[in-house]
Structures are given as C-alpha cells and as structure tokens.
C-alpha cells in the first residue's frame, strides 16, 4: 500500500517501484526521520491539532519502532518506497488510527530534507573529530621531527633545506581550513524546514521554532519554497568533502613517492601495506594510493549533485532524491580514508638519514651562498650569476659546494672567506629563516604552539554544536 494510493486506480509497475524506490539509500536516516516525527507529532499535540492523546500514542509507537529497528526485530523493508512511508505504515500498523494523524500539516518534500539536514549535522561532527585526530597525529610527527633535515623542492626539483616537521606541518594549515569550512557549512545547514509541507506550508498553526527548538536547530527556515528545494547544505558538504579528499590526495602522492627505494625518506608500517602476488620483494603504499583514487570518487559525487540541481525549477522535484547517494558515499569515503590515512601516518617511520643526505646533495644551499655574498655586498643579481657558475663547476667535477676548498671558492669570488662553511652548512640555512611560517626551529615551535591552540578550539567549537 502507498501512502497516496486513493486517486490511483492501477497499482504501480514493479520495475516503476523498484526505480522511484529511495529506501535502499535512505533507510539509515531511520533516526534521524522518527526524532523529526517525535519533535512534529508533540508539537501538533501541544498547539491542539491533534488531540494530546493521539499525540501521545504517536510518540510512544515512534519510540518502540526506534527500539525495535536498533535491537534488529523489525526490519526496514527494502520494497517500500522510501524510509519516511515505512516509519508512517509500521506507525499505523503498531497504534492504528492514530497513527494516521502524523502527518498533518507536513509533507514528505519538508520532512526528507529535514531529515537530512539532521543526518548531516552529525557526520560533519564526526568528520571533524577525525580531521582533529589527524591534527594531532601530525604534530607529534612534527614535534618529534623539528631538526629532520629533508630536501624542499619546487617543480619536482631539489630546492632548498627544510626540516620533516615544517613540510608536514603545511598540511595542518590545509585541514585547518577543512575544519573551519565544516564549521561554516554546519551553520548555514542550522535552519529547521519543516513546516514548509510541500511547498507553500500550511493553514494549520504550527509552531515551527517549538520544533527547531526540540530538534537542536538554532533558527528556522524563512521560505518555505527555498525550504524544500534547497540542498545548497549539501552540495557546500560535498565540496569541503572534496577539499579534504584533495588535501589528503596530495600528502599520500609524496608518502608514495617518499617510500619509493629512490627517495627511501619512509617506511610505512607492515599493517598499512600490502604486497604483490607475484613479486615476493613488493610492499606497496595501497593505502595511500586508494586515498589518491577515491578522491576521484568523491569530486564526482560533487558534480553529481551540482548536476542534478543545475536546471530545476522551483519547488521540488524527484530527481533531488539523487541527493542522498551522493552525500553519503562522500561521507562515508571520507570518514574510511580519514581513519586509514591517520593510522597510516602514526605508524609509518622516518629515514632521518636518507632526509638529510637528499638535502646535501641536491646544491640545496646554493641560495645561502649567493645570499652569503650578497651579505658581503654584492648585490642579489650579481652573486646569483657567480653561484651559478660555482653550482656548474660542482656539477662537473661532481662535488658539493661545501667541498670546495677557499681557494676554489676564491676564484669565483674574492668574497669569500673561512666562514662561508659554516653560513652555509645546512644546519644554518635552516636555522637562520627564523621569519614566521619559516622553517627554523624558532618559527616551527610557533606552528606547532598554534596548531596546539587551534586544536583545543575546533574542538570545543564542534562539541558546542548540537
Ligand atoms: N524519497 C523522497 C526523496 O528522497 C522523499 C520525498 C518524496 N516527495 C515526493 N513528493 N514524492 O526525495
């Protein structure tokens, strides 16, 4: 039985049922769609819509199907049309008439986009503990790895000194702006729709703020048009989703390249690899290589959504039930390579050595040489071009520039003198770029001091948050 069978006079085609069916997708919003109804039906109770009773009754079937759905003796039926008819034909089923009176004064096109306006308020809360679990693990990688000297690089090339703990520590900046873009897509999702019914409300007096109240939503929607075709809030979920993906994409590209036996700057722990079936010697990133596909997977359930939105008109249309597989196959591989790639990082281990060896062979400190001239008084320019030449030199002979002896030095410039070794010992270039975001021990223990901060914040921002 439908729930809008009376005008029909044929049943519906099977293959009909099957495509116009949501519940597949849908059934796990169960909670979210009985507090909704919880928070509905007391409301239509306490303004007199329905009698108090019949409100009553409503409320104590909605719980028992809740009970009975988590402890698994009733189950969802996969045939219904969506999760919101089955909870309403169980309810009727379980009270009887009564349970007949839910609905007054809503609609199913309020009530889906309420109930995931709800499903989602959770997720992103969990998403950020997850970002804030990777903070963390971050910077104790960090911390531990203040003066791991490694190779920077710009185009793939050898560029100048840094340490382990600032190039990681890039990536903090990155989720610290997912986290503040979670916080901001939880704000503008924070408006209670339903009232809205179908699309123009309705002539009963409901109390929409009673519902918002009661429901933890901190104001309630103003159009009811807007209200039930909006799935901006998720389309904004989608793309922050997507920006982590895109953050997390990167970083596994340099753990996979990192692991490589030609960079060997890590090890990725035995538990966060696999190895070929084949190839007895393999061990392989997957996992970061699977964070790196499935970033894919989630940009497309981004333009999914953008997609199904782009051309309909106002007020609702089916094609938004398209919504929810998207949104929640992005939720959920997020959340999956969130915890996979935190455990990955956390255990995998650092070639100190081999980070400082690439820094020293790669004329790392060749901007240090010209910059010592340059403190000397040659002007930028000028010492760029000797250095220049001084790297070619090396090059040919296949040396350092800290090999070269001062009389080697000389010859390029007549500046030079006993302390360029230690101005540009890779110590000192790090050391000296002492500028804030630099990386310097001085100017990493202020990253860290605040990402430290910014981890206590976020956190207790998202725990506020109902
Ligand atoms: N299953 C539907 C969806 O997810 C619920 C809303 C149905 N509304 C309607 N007018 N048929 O969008």
């Known amino acids: 039985m439908k729930l809008w069978g009376g005008r029909f006079e044929k049943g519906i085609n099977e293959n009909v ?17 009985i507090k909704g109804s919880i928070a509905h039906s007391r409301m239509l109770g306490k303004e007199n819509i329905i009698p108090e009773e019949d409100s009553q009754k409503i409320i104590s079937g909605l719980n028992k199907i809740l009970k009975e759905i988590e402890e698994g003796t009733l189950v969802i039926d996969d045939n219904a049309e969506d999760i919101h008819s089955f909870i309403e034909k169980t309810l009727t089923s379980y009270i009887g008439e009564e349970g007949k009176k839910l609905h007054t004064g809503r609609s199913r096109n309020d009530q889906v986009t309420l109930d995931t306006k709800l499903y989602l308020k959770k997720e992103l809360k969990i998403v950020a503990s997850l970002l804030l679990n990777l903070q963390e693990v971050i910077y104790d990688k960090a911390k531990r790895n203040i003066d791991t000297i490694m190779p920077g690089y710009t185009h793939m090339q050898k560029a100048q000194p840094i340490t382990f703990a600032h ?52 104001s309630i929607t103003y159009n009811s048009i807007d209200a039930v075709s909006d799935r901006d809030y998720a389309i904004e979920a989608l793309s922050v989703l997507s920006m982590i993906m895109m953050h997390l994409s990167r970083f596994s590209e340099e753990i996979i390249l990192w692991a490589t ?33 499935k970033t894919g997977r989630v940009y ?45 990082l956390d255990t995998m281990t650092i070639n100190k050595e081999k980070m400082k060896k690439g820094a020293a062979l790669g004329y790392t400190n060749a901007t240090d040489v010209a910059d010592y001239l340059v403190k000397k008084g040659l002007p930028f320019r000028n010492a760029h071009e000797i250095v220049g030449e001084i790297v070619l030199y090396c090059i040919k002979k296949k040396l350092a520039i800290d090999d070269l002896s001062l009389e080697e030095l000389k010859n390029f410039s007549s500046l030079f003198d006993i302390d360029i070794y230690k101005a540009i010992s890779l110590t000192t270039c790090v050391e000296e770029r002492k500028v804030i975001g630099g990386p310097s021990s001085f100017s990493v223990e202020l990253q860290l001091e605040i990402l430290e901060n910014s981890i206590i914040k976020y956190k207790e921002i998202f725990e506020k948050l109902k």
């Open 167 to 218: 190039h990681i520590l890039a990536y903090t900046q990155m989720f610290q702006r997912d986290l503040s873009r979670l916080e901001d897509c939880y704000k503008r999702l924070d408006e209670m729709p339903l009232g809205s019914g179908a699309l123009a409300t309705t002539s009963y007096p409901l109390n929409r703020n009673m519902v918002a109240k009661e429901l933890g939503f901190s």
């Open 17 to 33: 049922n099957d495509f116009n069916s949501s519940i597949r997708i849908d059934k796990r919003m169960y909670k979210e769609d």
């Open 261 to 293: 036996n030609e960079f060997n700057f890590i090890e990725l722990s035995d538990e966060y690899s696999t190895g070929s079936s084949i190839m007895p010697q393999k061990k392989n990133p997957d996992v970061a290589e699977l964070v790196r596909g």
């Open 300 to 344: 497309g359930d981004l333009i999914t959504l953008l997609t199904v939105m782009k051309g309909l008109p106002l007020a609702y249309n089916k094609d938004m039930q398209e919504d929810k597989e998207a949104l929640f196959d992005a939720l959920d591989t997020v959340k999956l390579s969130l915890k996979t790639f935190t455990g990955m």
